[in-house]
Structures are given as structure tokens and as C-alpha cells.
């Protein structure tokens, strides 16, 4: 059996179709995120695209939604899995390794305002679109959380205590960093975070407080306000499923997903503040980030960004400094 035939025998046994009067039944779309829990936003606001969906289409499309891990498939595989049609639909972030272009947008120190990353990801859309166009997947809209912290058990207050730590990346671009700081950085899936944490796999993990510090911070006790890189989803859904709805289940579709995606944004900034004063309070030590800590990461990773580009091809670098220009970095 090969990998494509395991994964979709894997999902169909989740949602199976009726055998008959399947011309009168629902279209059923399997939706599948790397947000390991309900209460995060991303996870809050696609409930309410699933209602929205069902409701608008009078029940024709129904959109069964699975948060991460709850299938077989690797937060990692989520681009391919969409494009591959083992999935309908994604909730991809993590997907640098399917569509590397991506990846500027994470490059460590480069984008660290919201301004910043709103331009940027204007000029990276058309790359972006591209790039999953290519594996079979249509992007239909974009959120992002706040910039991404280094969080940690052990001792974490500066740019040298990242020296001999084992830290949760969320791509190779945040692992680059981590190697540049002495660090060790590691893959794993926000649902298999918890256990990495509490066996010491990893000692801690570059996350947002409204993100995986909202989830996993029993396990933590400090955090560094290091803005990193902010991390970016993307909805997908599979090219041909997509282009076989009915129009009007399809117009619904990308309405209400675009309509709703800034939700997803808004809630995460506003967790952000408040998921910090209750960490503070709870006895989180946090350390802010000065203006020279930021000078000095940017001065570590300023090659590493024509480098990383170099390496992906000429698309790649002629979409850094398309984001260069933008940002005045």
C-alpha cells in the first residue's frame, strides 16, 4: 500500500459516505488542523465557519472538523494531505517543507512588527498561491499569531541561555536561529508538545502566549520576549474538490472562510495581552527583550536570510527582497 492509499483509507475511516441516494445526500468535507485544542482561537473561529457553512447551504456541505491529532496525519502532512484529497480542507501551518517559499515569511528577525508582516504577506501572496497551486491545494485565506516568544523549564533570560537547550521549533528556519545560539532545535507536533515537555525531549518551545503558551505553560517557567518571527496558517482546501461543488456551496465556501479568517487574527492579538497578565500573575518569569537583543539577532541572521534564499532558487530570491524592500529591512 502506498503512503497516498494509507492516509486516505486512515481518513475515510473517519467519515464514511452513505452508500445510497448519495445524489441526494450532502457533500461531507474532512477538515483537519495542527491546532491541538478547542479553546485557541483558530480552532474557536473554524467551529463558526462550520456553522456558517452548514447553515448557509441549507446542510448541503458539512464540514467535519478534526482538531490535531485526532487523525493519522502529521501536522507536517497537512499540505499534502489536502492535495492529495486524503483531506478536503487544512488548517496549514506548518507547511514550509511543501511550499518552501513560505518560509520567508518565518525567517528569524526579518518581519517583527504586525505592520511589517501585513506588508509582507501581500508581496508573498502571489508565491504563496503558487506554490500550493502546484501540490493541488487553492489557498483561500491567511491568519497569523503574534510574534513567537522562546519559552522554557529551565533557565531562559537572554540571548546566551538558548546555549545547550532543546527547543520546539516550528520550522527550519526557527531551528537555523536556535543553532546560531547554541540551541537544539526540534520538530514536533503541537498535540505531542505536552509529552515532549514533561519527558524532557525539548526543554522548552517558541510559541505566542495566545498560542501554545495558552495550552502548555503548566509545563513552563519561563519566558523571553524575543520576537522571533510571527507564524502564519493558511485554509486550504483540495483544487479539484473545490472546483467540483456547486457554485453556490462553493461562493458560501470562500465567503464565509474570508469573511471569518480575520477573526482568527483579531481573537489571537487580544488573547496575546491577556494570556501574558495571567502567566505573570501565575509566576511566569518573563523577561522583555531589549532593543540591542534585537539588534544583535538581527545582526546573527542577516546572512542566514540570502543564504536560506539562495538555496530555495530565484523565485525565492527575487520574493526576499521583494519583502526586504517592503519592510526597509
Same mark, same amino acid.
Given at each position: 500500500?502506498?503512503?497516498?492509499?494509507?492516509?486516505?483509507?486512515?481518513?475515510?475511516?473517519?467519515?464514511?459516505?452513505?452508500?445510497? =441516494?448519495?445524489?441526494?445526500?450532502?457533500?461531507?468535507?474532512?477538515?483537519?488542523?495542527?491546532?491541538?485544542?478547542?479553546?485557541?482561537?483558530?480552532?474557536?473561529?473554524?467551529? &463558526?465557519?462550520? &456553522?456558517?457553512?452548514?447553515?448557509?447551504?441549507?446542510?448541503? =456541505?458539512?464540514?467535519?472538523?478534526? =482538531?490535531?491529532?485526532?487523525?493519522?496525519?502529521?501536522?507536517?502532512?497537512?499540505?499534502?494531505?489536502?492535495?492529495?484529497?486524503?483531506?478536503?480542507?487544512? !488548517?496549514?501551518?506548518?507547511?514550509?517543507?511543501?511550499?518552501?517559499?513560505?518560509?520567508?515569511?518565518?525567517?528569524?528577525?526579518?518581519?517583527?512588527?504586525?505592520?511589517?508582516?501585513?506588508?509582507?504577506?501581500?508581496?508573498?501572496?502571489?508565491?504563496? !498561491?503558487?506554490?500550493?497551486?502546484?501540490?493541488?491545494?487553492?489557498?483561500?485565506?491567511?491568519?497569523?499569531?503574534?510574534?513567537?516568544?522562546?519559552?522554557?523549564?529551565?533557565?531562559?533570560?537572554? =540571548? !546566551?541561555?538558548?546555549?545547550?537547550?532543546?527547543?520546539?521549533?516550528?520550522?527550519?528556519?526557527?531551528?537555523e536561529f536556535l543553532k546560531r545560539f547554541g540551541a537544539n532545535g526540534l520538530t514536533v507536533s503541537a498535540a505531542e508538545v505536552p509529552s515532549a515537555l514533561e519527558r524532557g525531549v525539548v526543554d522548552g518551545v517558541l510559541t505566542a502566549h495566545s498560542g501554545g503558551g495558552r495550552v502548555w505553560h503548566d509545563l513552563l517557567k519561563y519566558t523571553y520576549d524575543l520576537g522571533i518571527n510571527f507564524f502564519e496558517a493558511n485554509l486550504v482546501v483540495n483544487k479539484e474538490a473545490y472546483a467540483k461543488l456547486p457554485a453556490a456551496q462553493r461562493d458560501v465556501l470562500t465567503k464565509v472562510v474570508i469573511d471569518l479568517t480575520p477573526q482568527m487574527t483579531k481573537l489571537l492579538f487580544e488573547d496575546e495581552e491577556t494570556e501574558k497578565a495571567k502567566r505573570k500573575a501565575e509566576g511566569m518569569i518573563q523577561t522583555a527583550a531589549t532593543p540591542d537583543d534585537y539588534k544583535r539577532g538581527a545582526k546573527v541572521m542577516v546572512d542566514y536570510w540570502d543564504v536560506w534564499a539562495k538555496r530555495h532558487g530565484p523565485e525565492a530570491q527575487e520574493a526576499l527582497k521583494k519583502v526586504r524592500d517592503a519592510v526597509g529591512r
Open positions: 500500500m502506498t503512503r497516498r492509499q494509507a492516509l486516505t483509507a486512515l481518513a475515510a475511516g473517519t467519515v464514511a459516505a452513505p452508500a445510497v =441516494l448519495r445524489a441526494q445526500s450532502p457533500t461531507t468535507w474532512i477538515v483537519y488542523t495542527y491546532v491541538p485544542a478547542a479553546t485557541l482561537a483558530p480552532a474557536r473561529v473554524m467551529n &463558526e465557519i462550520v &456553522e456558517r457553512v452548514a447553515k448557509e447551504t441549507n446542510g448541503q =456541505l458539512q464540514l467535519k472538523y478534526h =482538531l490535531g491529532g485526532a487523525l493519522t496525519i502529521k501536522g507536517t502532512d497537512i499540505t499534502t494531505a489536502v492535495g492529495d484529497n486524503v483531506i478536503q480542507m487544512g !488548517d496549514d501551518g506548518m507547511q514550509q517543507g511543501n511550499v518552501p517559499v513560505t518560509g520567508i515569511l518565518r525567517l528569524p528577525m526579518l518581519i517583527t512588527t504586525p505592520q511589517e508582516f501585513d506588508k509582507a504577506l501581500a508581496v508573498m501572496k502571489p508565491y504563496v !498561491d503558487k506554490g500550493y497551486d502546484k501540490l493541488g491545494a487553492t489557498v483561500l485565506s491567511t491568519y497569523y499569531y503574534p510574534l513567537q516568544f522562546a519559552w522554557s523549564s529551565k533557565k531562559l533570560t537572554g =540571548l !546566551d541561555d538558548f546555549k545547550g537547550q532543546k527547543i520546539r521549533s516550528t520550522s527550519p528556519e526557527q531551528t
